[in-house]
């Protein structure tokens, strides 16, 4: 199985701070990276795929990088309702795997 | 607008099988291309990806509940149903299905979980 790996597992930050979310993987998955932002209580929301693409609706201040095993989500000034939980995700090869997920917290 | 709604049980004893529908609405289940999946989460816990299938029936499925998970679609009610067999305490969480559609460039197709179910939670007790 690929292991993603999110670091931090937890930060805490002000609004309008630069955020940056670093997810590497164990093995080579070219582009297949997504990633996601979840709030409490609430279904998972699709913010990028295949590592920079970003989903329709999405405010312009996400975006995404990198290929093979590093990648990297940015909150350019964040906002009050992006405090929530962020999770990476490979679909390169089965079984398809979540990083552990990064909280993002009030300063 | 396509909507996913999760249906089912809110609690399972351990030993019997986990039945859960997904019922999708606002769009075809059989449009071109899309695969549809099931994702659970533990309390507190991360996203673990379950399986998914295509509208003709094309499944896969993650190895560490392959033996005990079958994924099915009722084209006819616009459905995708869950079952888990064999269930233990392991087994109790939130679960979510999701619409998988294809991001296609020169040479491949990449998938992301879109749109999403509010989720269902489902607990294993006695």
């Known amino acids: 199985d690929i292991q993603m790996t999110q670091s931090p597992s937890s930060l805490s930050a002000s609004v309008g701070d630069r955020v940056t979310i670093t997810c590497r993987a164990s093995?080579?998955?070219?582009?297949?990276l997504n990633w996601y932002q979840q709030k409490p209580g609430k279904a998972p929301k699709l913010l990028i795929y295949v590592a920079s693409s970003l989903q329709s609706g999405v405010p312009s201040r996400f975006s995404g990088s990198g290929s093979g095993t590093d990648f990297t989500l940015t909150i350019s000034s964040l906002q009050p309702e992006d405090f929530a939980t962020y999770y990476c995700q490979q679909s390169y090869s089965i079984p398809w795997t979540f990083g552990q997920g990064t909280k993002v917290e009030i300063k | 607008q396509l909507q996913l709604q999760e249906s089912g049980p809110g609690l399972v004893k351990p030993s019997e099988t986990l039945s859960l529908t997904c019922t999708v609405s606002g769009g075809s289940i059989s449009r071109s291309s899309y695969y549809w999946g099931w994702i659970r989460q533990a309390p507190g816990k991360g996203l673990e990806w379950i399986g998914h299938?295509?509208?003709?029936?094309?499944?896969y499925y993650n190895p560490s509940l392959k033996s005990r998970v079958t994924i099915s679609v009722d084209t006819s009610k616009n459905q995708f149903s869950l079952n888990l067999s064999s269930v233990t305490a392991a087994d109790t969480a939130v679960y979510y299905c999701?619409?998988?559609?294809?991001?296609?460039?020169?040479?491949?197709?990449?998938?992301?979980?879109?749109?999403w179910g509010q989720g269902t939670m489902v607990t294993v007790s006695s």
């Open positions: 093995q080579s998955i070219s582009s297949y």
């Open positions: 299938i295509f509208y003709t029936g094309t499944t």
């Open positions: 999701a619409r998988l559609p294809p991001h296609a460039d020169s040479s491949a197709y990449y998938y992301a979980f879109d749109i």
